[in-house]
Structure formats: structure tokens, C-alpha cells
């Protein structure tokens, strides 16, 4: 039933989705707009219906797109960003007209119009000269009018000479959506599907970043970096975690990092030759110091100077020490800190995790998603459960099954080569870079059965005595009393749950078992007459709400004869377990 159900899923996005690979295709994975995307992290993807010869030759397109290494794809991103402008524009106006504006600057590689706080154009020159030409062509705002600070950047205000004789010819122009849609009109969408591995696959692509999105995000750090380099000219602001590991959501805060790396490498080749000579800099007493130094001077300029750049808050006093901003011509709620190279490690990791199979990326967004519905996630720090550990918790699950369905960290290793060794602060951060060294997987389980297993998993998973070990691939005694212990994959000494507490343990265990008996028990066609939620739908439902008296019923009736199936089913030994598990 489970390989059948992977099958109507496939057949549901058939046209739109397009598998990644065999193994894959086995499994039930969705791909098309959400692999278009995923392809998409390194170079723009043609979204459009193409003929089933253009339609192959896409395919083959999207293989080569996604054996690009990580730091390929970033340089790319990076690159097509210094390329960027963005411009503010009128609610209407004449599309054709404005693009042959500026393609008098130079020709355009692409762009897009999307709303925040108003209408506004991303454009992607082919030349980086051109957007030289086009500021030197630009006025600077009225100063009898306005008070500016005479800082030029990238961000341009577009406006018609004459309102009201050329309104006749302006029309709305497509937006490019910027946030995914709320919950409630998920489940709706989702109720809809065949089955489990369809709505997973519905839900991923309503999610996930877009590839305009990605090059906004981009952008955002290139605007950034034209300020750190009037002190630090070979400087970059990279972005890292969600919104370059291929888990992103819609959304999400972008995190970035002042990069010194390329002035580091500059400093070695100069020690060649008879002679040394090297810059005068100012010395400090430790390199934390200075991140903090460097990061207060750059909130400071992003405050006073950066358009758009509100609410700037330094927090430099943190373990890592950071600048939190809001950029609004992007809309994005901003992270900056310094070399923050580990991190960076982090999500090159989950990028190649993300990449090798398409059911890795569609879990973790539902299983995600269940959590921030239910409140075991949140966006504010706290006591709960992070979304990188739950990521990580997902991705150990993965290299549970048998076969295993991703490799484990220790096994990247073997498989790196002179060029991937990253050692970091002591820690050996290597693992294998280039994708195509890493064999795909012989598993072919079904997405359905992968989440009803997850919560299966954890559900029954004995917290109280192991930990999660991502470098190894299995469960190993917890090295120390937190509730939940995950390895740092890089950093060995540390646990990146520690701050979770008991209760929420608890309640994630609870909530795990209570998803399990929805999956397995639920009778979908009654559901569906009844005009229910069911399969992941009903689990996006909080469900304390619509099935609030159920949950009562199944707790009163603790020794019944469905409640002992069902404890049975999860290979619980008695109604007590769940405060055994995590060490209560």
C-alpha cells in the first residue's frame, strides 16, 4: 500500500514535479518546482512548460545544477548579487518601457517585482558595469526637501514625471509571492491530495524558498558588504543556515557573516620571497575583541547611513557576538556576525544532505511544520527544541533506516580529499564536498512511511539513557544529564539541545505518539465524508482544538482494549513509559 500510495504522489505532480535521480523515484520523493528550487540554490532554474525534449534536456540541466559543491553555488549567488539592484517603484506602471529604460545601461539577465511596504524591482544586470552607468545617470533626493545622507547606493526610487497623463498606459504587474501561505489554507490545499506522500510533497513546495527569493537574500548580504567594505575592502557578508542549507522557509530571518577569509589568504602569498613586508594594523588582546570592535563600527554605519536599515540592535556581549536589524527594501529580518566559520560548515553539511535525496527535504519541511503548529518549536529563544536540532534529529532518523537513507558524518569523511580538511579552532570540521563522490541510496521507503516511522521512532526513543550522534549514525550514552543530548556534528564537547527543559521533552515525546496513533489509526475515507483533515493535515490541526475530546477519551481509557493495541503498535511496554523515556 505504502510503495502504491508513493506512486499516486507522483503521479498528482507528474508535469510539475520532476524526480532528482533513481533512487529517488523509488522512494515516492517529490521534486519539480520544489527540486526547480532546490536546483535553484546555485543558478537560475527555467520554471516554464517546456516540450518533453526541452523537458530532458531540463533534467539533465537540473543533474548538473546539483553536483555543484556548496561554496560553487555560493560564489555564483554572490556573484550574480554584486550584478543586483533593487528599485522602488509606482503600484502601476509600464513594464516594457522601464526594462528598456535600464537595458540602456546594459543588457538584463533577469529580474522580478514583488511587495513589500510597496512595489519593487529586483533587477540582475549581465555586466557589473552597468549599474555604475545607471548611477551615474540617477539624481540624488531634493536636499531642499529632504535631509540625506549622501551615501549612493544600489537602491533606487523609480517614479513617472507625470502622474496623471501617463496613468492611462500603467498596469499591475506580476508579484512575485514572498511568504508561503498560512496554515489554515495549507490544510484546505492539502485535504485535497491523494494521499500522505502527496500532501508532503504540496507542502514542501508551498514552503520552501523561491529562487527569486534566494537572490533577494542574496542581495541583502551584497548591500551589506558595500558598507563593510568602505573599512574593509576585501571583506565579503555571506549568508549562511536556512537560506543557503536548502531548508529554508519562506520567511525566514536571514543570517550573514562578515567574511575576512580572502584577506587571510592574501596575507600568506605575500610571505613568498627574500622579503617579508606586511600591513600595520591595530593590534588587540583577543580575537573576540575585535569581532566585537568590528561589528559595533559596522552597526553604527548600518544605522546611521544604510537605507532601510531600521531597528539596530548590537549584541555584542552574546557567545556569538551579533548585529540584529531589519532591512525593509527586502523585507528581511537580518543577522550579522563575523566568521562564523563552523556555522558555515553546518550548513554546507545539510546542503549536501539536502541534495542527495528528495524525501530528506520533504520531511524535514513537514515535519517542521508539525512542530511550529503545536508550539515545540519557536521562533524566540527558549526552553523548546530549536529547528536545526530538530533537523539534525530528522537527519539521524534518516541514517537509522535500513538501508540508510543519507551517510553519516564519519563516512563524508572518508570520502574528503586534501581540498575539503577544515580544521576549525581545533575541531576537524572535514567532510567530502564534491556530491557526485557520494553513492545514492538503495532505500525506497515511501514518504508516508518515513513520517509515520519518525514519530514512531522518537516516540519510543529512549531519552532518559542515549544521545544523538550524527558523526557515528547511531545512539551512544549520553555523555552528561540534559533531557535531550545532540552532538555538536563539529564541536564534540558540545550539545546544541541544551536548552531544552524536561516539560518540553515531554510534550515533544507526547506529541510524536499522538501523531503516530493519528497516522495509523485514522480512517481516511470517514474523514473525508465527514470533511475532516486527515493524513498530514489532521496533524497541522493543534490538537487540543479539533480533536480535543478524543485525546480525553483515549486517555480515560488507558486500559482499553484499542489503547493496549495501540501501545502494542508502538512496542510500548505500559501506559507509564512515556515518563521513562525521558528520564523523568
Wanted: charge should be positive; aromatic fraction near 8%; charged fraction near 25%.
Amino acid at each position: 500500500m505504502a510503495h502504491r500510495a508513493g506512486g499516486r504522489a507522483l503521479s498528482l505532480l507528474r508535469g510539475r514535479l520532476r524526480l532528482p535521480g533513481p533512487a529517488a523515484a523509488a522512494g515516492g520523493g517529490c521534486a519539480g518546482r520544489g527540486q526547480a528550487r532546490l536546483g535553484s540554490s546555485g543558478a537560475a532554474v527555467q520554471r516554464a512548460p517546456q516540450a518533453a525534449g526541452a523537458e530532458e534536456a531540463g533534467e539533465d540541466a537540473e543533474v548538473n545544477i546539483r553536483k555543484k559543491t556548496f561554496t560553487e553555488v555560493q560564489t555564483e549567488r554572490l556573484e550574480q548579487a554584486e550584478r543586483t539592484v533593487l528599485i522602488k517603484c509606482p503600484p502601476k506602471l509600464n513594464e516594457k518601457k522601464l526594462l528598456q529604460y535600464l537595458s540602456s545601461h546594459g543588457n538584463i539577465s533577469s529580474h522580478f517585482f514583488f511587495e513589500n511596504r510597496g512595489v519593487h524591482a529586483l533587477i540582475e544586470f549581465s555586466e557589473k558595469d552597468s549599474i555604475a552607468s545607471l548611477q551615474d545617470a540617477i539624481g540624488s533626493p531634493n536636499a531642499a526637501e529632504h535631509h540625506v545622507v549622501p551615501f549612493k547606493s544600489r537602491l533606487f526610487t523609480f517614479t513617472l514625471k507625470n502622474p496623471v497623463t501617463q496613468a492611462a498606459e500603467e498596469t499591475p504587474v506580476h508579484l512575485s509571492p514572498q511568504s508561503h501561505i498560512p496554515v489554515k489554507e495549507l490544510i484546505q490545499k492539502l485535504c485535497h491530495a491523494d494521499d500522505i506522500s502527496s500532501q508532503m510533497c504540496i507542502l514542501l513546495n508551498e514552503y520552501q524558498l523561491t529562487e527569486e527569493n534566494i537572490k533577494l537574500r542574496f542581495l541583502a548580504c551584497s548591500l551589506v558588504r558595500d558598507f563593510a567594505c568602505a573599512y574593509f575592502p576585501d571583506s565579503t557578508v555571506k549568508p549562511f543556515g536556512s537560506s543557503v542549507n536548502t531548508f529554508g522557509k519562506l520567511g525566514c530571518d536571514v543570517d550573514m557573516f562578515l567574511d575576512f577569509h580572502d584577506t587571510q589568504k592574501r596575507a600568506t602569498k605575500m610571505k613568498k620571497g627574500p622579503f617579508e613586508m606586511e600591513y600595520q594594523m591595530k593590534r588587540l588582546p583577543s580575537e573576540r575583541l575585535a569581532t566585537q570592535k568590528i561589528l559595533s563600527v559596522i552597526g553604527d554605519c548600518l544605522d546611521n547611513f544604510g537605507p532601510g536599515c531600521v531597528s539596530v540592535q548590537k549584541i555584542l556581549n552574546a557567545r556569538c557576538p551579533l548585529v540584529k536589524f531589519s532591512h525593509q527594501p527586502t523585507g528581511f529580518q537580518c543577522d550579522l556576525s563575523v566568521s562564523n566559520s563552523i556555522a558555515v560548515r553546518s550548513s554546507e553539511l545539510l546542503y549536501i544532505y539536502g541534495c542527495l535525496d528528495s524525501r530528506v527535504r520533504a520531511l524535514v519541511f513537514s515535519v517542521r511544520c508539525w512542530a511550529r503548529v503545536h508550539g515545540l518549536t519557536n521562533s524566540v529563544p527558549g526552553t523548546w527544541i530549536t529547528n536545526f536540532s530538530l533537523t539534525m534529529m530528522i537527519m539521524f532518523f534518516l541514517q537509522k533506516r535500513s538501508p540508510p537513507i543519507i551517510p553519516t558524518l564519519d563516512q563524508l569523511k572518508e570520502l574528503s580529499d586534501e581540498k575539503d580538511k577544515h580544521v576549525i579552532g581545533g575541531y576537524d570540521c572535514s567532510f567530502v564536498s564534491d556530491l557526485s563522490k557520494i553513492k545514492p541510496t538503495k532505500n525506497t521507503e515511501t514518504l508516508d512511511v518515513l513520517l509515520g516511522d519518525f514519530f514512531e521512532y522518537f516516540g519510543n526513543f529512549d531519552f532518559r539513557k542515549n544521545s544523538i550522534n550524527l558523526r557515528k549514525g547511531k545512539e551512544v550514552n549520553k555523555p552528561e544529564s540534559s533531557p535531550l543530548y545532540i552532538w555538536n556534528p563539529f564541536e564534540q564537547d558540545l550539545n546544541i539541545s541544551k536548552n531544552v527543559n524536561q516539560p518540553q521533552l515531554e510534550k515533544f515525546v507526547a506529541m510524536c505518539r499522538e501523531s503516530a496513533w493519528i497516522l495509523q489509526k485514522e480512517d481516511k475515507t470517514q474523514r473525508m465524508i465527514n470533511k475532516e483533515p486527515w493524513g498530514l493535515a489532521a496533524l497541522l490541526v493543534p490538537f487540543g482544538k479539533s480533536n480535543s475530546s478524543k485525546m480525553k477519551n483515549r486517555m480515560k481509557g488507558m486500559g482499553s482494549e484499542t489503547i493496549r493495541s495501540l501501545l502494542d503498535s508502538l512496542k510500548l511496554n505500559n501506559a507509564n513509559s512515556l515518563q521513562k523515556a525521558v528520564g523523568k
